[in-house]
Each structure stands twice: as structure tokens, then as C-alpha cells.
């Protein structure tokens, strides 16, 4: 008896020391829209504990019972607050509304929202409306050029949309499209991205302290998001511009049930040229029938459905192709000649997803995936002798490229105010294509009908993660983690345990010091070939031979809140790279060898540097200025003698500035002005007659048959610095159906001949070098609207 009215006893101290908590849980989405917020604030003003909506709106905040203050906030929205009494578990889906005016919301959404308090370091949202605001080339708004004004990316050639993430390569960018990797994100030979960005709901870009649930790749992590779909009302909006259109339209299949999105873009540049090219070849080349030209096109869908608050169910695609292609046909009464010529590459991405709340503590998101990029090439020729009654045909065509199936399950546990766990587990089957050429000729007696190259290539990558955000002791805010990878590639299998951890101490309400470290594993590789401008980069396995690549980066840095709308963020960092892969000397895309693996050298590189970034979040001027001091190198055993030489694409100077200016209600203007330092090239010192020719060493190169050029190192001179300002104004103007929005702008204002490629060419009796640029002062104009 004196046992139980102990126990008894005990149980009534427990309650009171401890009270009663119950969860509040939900969503947070667009009142005008139904669109799901991502990282929307949720915080109990009397408790001073709170949370954040995931990526799929869901939040789930677990407080003691008693009086509540909750409010909730996000960036352009008005911020809600809820008072009520906590008695039970409840449900809470809130809609916010767009801010009329913006000036408003900001100051409360931005104290709430603690940037500089976040254990995650090195990490950008960059909104959508500043990349459709800001200047870029053609008018062709872009998420990648938008991505290259942030400091510790490089965007490698003029105009290409290539990135070089704190001294990585463009292979070691995991860029994700609703989850799902995307391997090629270039259009026109890299100088537009194959993101359209009236489908994109958010935009976040990762440099370091990558979180466990990242994994795959060494340099950086490009989350792209799209939208779910209107589901109030149909609405659209779209584009004409120079060089290409595009049409978004999005709304309900059932009011607040069902929704759908679809957004396409082409260029026609290959329809407006065409009379120009069919008159310019018959006059000069005298060809009875020529026809040239160049295309890509997007497209972007998705549908979702809401089964109830607990179950809903996404798909999305994304299909985009590049095409060049020629077409000639001359004849006359002896003979008749025929020539096709194709060129193509193009990305489909595709996913299943299924959101489901297990309870109001644990959101899962289960995904099926396809990805699949694709090259190919070729060519078709037919000469008909009419004299001889014979016929010749020959045709080529080369293909390669990587397709992949996965699924993953992803789930998010938040037990308390002061933890926020996620876990999953990953899953891709590879199916590697390095490159198969198929030959046919027949007539003139004979035939060839020939396959040869590389056979396909299978492989199995998995990862399982763990990661817990946490806050500890009123100012220490940690993520720790854990990313186990696994990948099995004919017969050999590689495993990596890599771990995580980033966190931030807050010395003051506006000021923290933060320090990350990541070890990450990569098992694909791109074999690049740096001297031709075409898509013909191989996505390739590891194998017996090539490792896994692997890196180490540490970082450190500082955030201080100058004001309610300035933020100052200084960053410095060091990352070792090893097992990355180049072409050896002499080798090529074109090289015979049937095994591209005795094509490529293996070494290390290793890059560091300090960034700072100014930003100012809101108010009629906006914008950011960005500043990297970086250094990036590599070591190869059998290349330039096995000195250390500096990357292509090391940078000692990066500066960008990127500026939008609200004039009035009716009109914006944007202006981004941008400096690096030259890239590294490779230049032949000296140059020797000779009838001899070398090819596998080095120091030497043929040339003209007759000449061998010297080099000394690999890398050794810098091309001239790059420097652009690119200006913008936006006219925008309400109309019975929506709105019409006249965008102007000009790229290189001050037309600065950027070095694209230099060239030793003789002139007068010398040889001089001789700079090439790419882009002239270019103007713009584009005809948007929404409706």
C-alpha cells in the first residue's frame, strides 16, 4: 500500500513539474494560390520556441499547454497571428496573403526568420522575382547566370551557364529539378540554362555544411523546387522576346482538390533565319536546296492531387532538346549529292511523389524517379552517279549518355522545438552509355554495316542519412549528421561513411559566427574535353581503375544583421579534392582507344578562398554585392611534368553586384556589373621546324605538319581580366486581363571586348597573339504578361 501511494504520489509531481504538451501541426500555403511555402516562420511570441514549414509547406510544433501567441510569417506575405488556448493536439492550415506593400511585412518576417541564427552555413534562397528582375543576356531570364553573380561561383566561358563552385568542376554540382538530378543544364552550347523560371517555385543554393540528406557530389547542391499548380483559379503568364517564347498556364482540375501546371518555351531563331540562309547558300555555294539551323525547346508539367490533409500525390516531368542540324542537296544532269547532318542533346526528368503525415510529429515523401540525358550525333550522305547508274550511301551516328531509375523515402520527425530529425534512404540504378558509333556504306559493289565503342555500363548507388537541427543552450544551434553511400558497379563495390556538421554560436541578436565541416563521396565522373565547344562531355562510372572521387571542406564564418533589411555575411573556407580525372595530353572525345578509361590521368586539386556577401533584402533598391579571394589547383602524376598547376577556371578576383530599383508602382530597372580575374590557359612557348611529330609527350604538339610547339607548364598564362554591365528597365502596366510587363535591357553596356579564346596567328611576317571575343554590346526587348 505504501508502494502505490508513493507511486501515486510520484506520477502527481511528475505532471506538475513537467505540464502537459500537446503539437500544433499543418500547413502553411499561398491564399491566392494554394502554392505551399517553403521555410514560412512559425514562433509562439509567449514561449519564444519555434519552427519553420518544410519544402512541402508542412510544420509541426509541439509547445506546453496553456495561453498561445502563434505567429506566422514568410517573406512578401502579411504575418497572421493566432491567440488561443492549448488543450489538445490540433491541426492548423494557414493561408497567408501576398503584402500589398512589401515594406510592411519585411521588418517582422525578417526578425522572426533569425538569418544569422541558423545552424546552416553557406547557404542562398535566392528569390524569384529578383531573377526575373535583374538584367541577362537576349532578355532570356535565367536561374543558373542569376546563381553566377553569388560569390565562390564561377561561370567559367562568357555567356556559357556553366558552374565552378569554390574551386570544383561542373560535374560536382548535384542540381536537382523537384528532386530529381539533372546531369545537363545547358541550352545553345551553354549560353542559356534549361530552367524555365516561370515554372519554379524556389531556388537554393548549397557551397558547404552540407546537410547529411545531400549526397552524390563534392562542390555544391542546387535545389530547384516548381510550383504545384493554382488551385483557386486559372491564371497564366508568358514571354516573346528575340530569341524565344514562352507560355506558363497553371490553375484547378478541382478547386482546392486537384491542380495542374504547364509551361513550354522554343527559340525560333532556325525559322526567322531560314530565308537568309537558303538565299546567302544558293548564291554563294550555288546548292540547288540548303537549309540550316538551330533550336531548343522546355517543357515543364505537373499535376497534383489532395486525397485529404494527411495524403497527397505530385507528378512532374521536364523534357527539353537541343537540335542543330544541316541539310544540302546539289545536282545536275551527270550527278546528284545529298548531306544530312544532325546534332542533338536533351534532358527527361520525371517523378511520383507521395506526401504522407504519419502523425503530427513525423511527414514522410516517397519518390519514384527517371532521369535520363542524351548525345548524339550523326551524319547521312547519298551520291548518285546518273552517267555510271550507280549509288553510294554512307551514314554515321554516335550516341551516348546516362539513364537512371531511383526512389527514395524521406522523412521528417520534429519531437520538440528544439529538434528537427530527418532520415531516409536512396536508391539509383545506373545505366551508363560512354559512347557507341554505328558506320553503314553501301554501294559501288561493297558494304560496311559496323558497331563499335563502348558497351553500356550498370551500376547501383545507394546513400542512408540521418540529421538532427538543434538547438542547445539559449545560442548553440548545431546540425550533425550522418551519409553512408554504397555504389556496386560490375563486380566492385565502394562504400563512404561521411560526416556532417555545421552550427552557429549567436554572440548578439544580430550577430553569429558560424563553422561547418563536410566529407563527401562521389562516384560518377564527367570527362570533359576543354577544346571543343560541344556537348560531348561523358558521364562515366568508377571502376576497377577509377576511384571514387572524395572531399574534405572546412569553413568558418561570421553573420551580422546591420539593419531589419541588410545582412552581411563573411565566409572563409579550404576543401582537398582527390581522385579527380582529365584527359591525358593528346587525348580527346575523337581518341580511338575502345577503353575511355586509358584515356584520363587521375590526380588531387585543392582550392581556398574568403567570401563576403552585402545584402539588402527589401525596399525600393534591393540587391547584393558579392566578393571571392580564391585560389584552385591541381596535381597530375603524367601531366604538365607533375607540377601543380592552377585550374582552368581558378579566379583570384570575383566581384559581382546585382541591384534591382522599384522607380514607381509602374516601373523597376535592374543593373548587375561583374569582374573576375582571366582563367588560365595553356599557350606553347616556342615553336620548331621539324619533320618529326610527337603526340604523347607534353612538351610537344603537331602542328601543320612541319612545326612542334613547346610547352612549358600547363596553365601558366592568364587571359585578360573579365569585366560587364549589364543594365534593365521594366514597364509594367495593369490591363482589364491582367498585366503587361515591357522589359528593355542592354548586355555589355560599355562594350568591353571579353577575351572568349586566344590564338597565336601570323601577321606581317610575325606571329602575334591574337584575342577573339564572343559577345558585343547586345540590346534587348521582350513583351511579358500575366493573366
Known sequence: ??????????????????????????????????????????????????????????????????????????????????????SKNLT????????????????????????????????????????????????????IKTVQLLPGVQSGNEGSSGLYVRGGGPDQNLILLDGVPVYNVNHLFGFFSVFNADAVNSVTLIKGGFPARYGGRLSSVLDIRMKEGNMKEIKGEGSVGIVASRLTIEGPILKDKASFIISGRRTYIDILAQPFIKYFSAKQQGYDKFMAGYF??????????KFSDRNRLYLSAYLGNDKAYMRMQDSNDDYFNKTNFNLRWGNITSAFRWNYILNNKLFSNTTITYSR???????????????????????????????????????????????YIRFGINNIYHTFKPGINVFKQSGAGSGIDTTFGNKNIYANEYSVYAEDDMKLFGRLNLNAGLHYSGFLVENEFYHSLQPRLSGSYILTEKWSVKAAYSHMSQYIHLLTNTSIGLPTDLWLPVT???????????????????????????EGFYKSMEN????????????????????????????????LLIEKKFGKISGWLGYTLSWSQRQFENISFGQVFPYKYDSRHDISIAVTYKITDNIDAGAVWV????????????????????RDEFIYNYYDNNFIEYFEKRNSYRMPSYHRLDLSVNFH???????????????????????????????????VLVQYSLFPIIPSISYNFKF
Not at 555510271?388 to 549518355?401: A, F, K, R, V, W
Not at 579527380?580 to 582550392?607: C, H, P, T
Not at 502596366?733 to 571586348?753: D, F, H, S, T
Request: net charge negative.
Open 733 to 767: 502596366k495593369k490591363l482589364k486581363w491582367g498585366e503587361r510587363i515591357l522589359c528593355v535591357g542592354v548586355y555589355n553596356a560599355y562594350n568591353r571586348k571579353n577575351p572568349f579564346f586566344l590564338r597565336f596567328e601570323p601577321r606581317d611576317d610575325e606571329t
Open 296 to 305: 531548343f525547346y522546355d517543357l515543364n508539367s505537373k499535376l497534383n492531387y
Open 373 to 419: 540525358y542524351r548525345f548524339s550525333t550523326g551524319g547521312y550522305f547519298t551520291n548518285v552517279d546518273k552517267i555510271q547508274n550507280t549509288t553510294e550511301e554512307m551514314s554515321y551516328d554516335y550516341i551516348s549518355g546516362i539513364y537512371d531509375w531511383g526512389g527514395k523515402a524521406d522523412f521528417d520527425y520534429m519531437p520538440a522545438p528544439n529538434h
Open 675 to 694: 569582374y573576375s580575374t582571366g582563367t588560365a590557359v595553356t599557350l606553347a612557348m616556342e615553336k620548331y621546324l621539324s619533320s618529326i611529330s610527337y
Open 580 to 611: 579527380l580525372i582529365e584527359y591525358k595530353e593528346g587525348a580527346s572525345f575523337f581518341s580511338s582507344k575502345d577503353n575511355w578509361e586509358q584515356n584520363v590521368e587521375m590526380g588531387r586539386g585543392w582550392s581556398y578562398g574568403v567570401e
Open 544 to 570: 576497377d581503375t577509377i576511384k571514387p572521387m572524395k572531399s574534405v571542406q572546412y569553413a568558418l564564418g561570421s553573420a551580422y544583421s546591420v539593419s531589419d533589411q541588410i545582412v552581411v555575411t563573411l
Open 1 to 86: 500500500m505504501k508502494i502505490q501511494t508513493f507511486l501515486i504520489l510520484l506520477i502527481c509531481i511528475s505532471h506538475s513539474a513537467f505540464p502537459q504538451k500537446y503539437t500544433i501541426s499543418g500547413y502553411v500555403e499561398d491564399a491566392a494560390s494554394g502554392e505551399k511555402l517553403f521555410m514560412a516562420n512559425i514562433y509562439d511570441l509567449n514561449s519564444m520556441a519555434g519552427t519553420a514549414s518544410n519544402v512541402y509547406g508542412f510544420y509541426s510544433l509541439t509547445l506546453p499547454a496553456g495561453k498561445i501567441k502563434l505567429t506566422y510569417s514568410y517573406i512578401g506575405y502579411t504575418t497572421i497571428t493566432k491567440e488561443f488556448d492549448l
Open 92 to 143: 492548423l492550415n494557414i493561408s497567408l496573403e501576398p503584402a500589398i506593400q512589401l515594406k510592411e511585412v519585411t521588418v517582422d518576417a525578417d526578425k522572426i526568420e533569425a538569418i544569422v541564427k541558423r545552424s546552416q552555413m553557406s547557404a542562398i534562397e535566392i528569390p524569384l522575382q529578383k531573377i526575373k528582375t535583374l538584367p541577362v543576356l537576349l532578355g532570356e531570364t535565367d536561374i
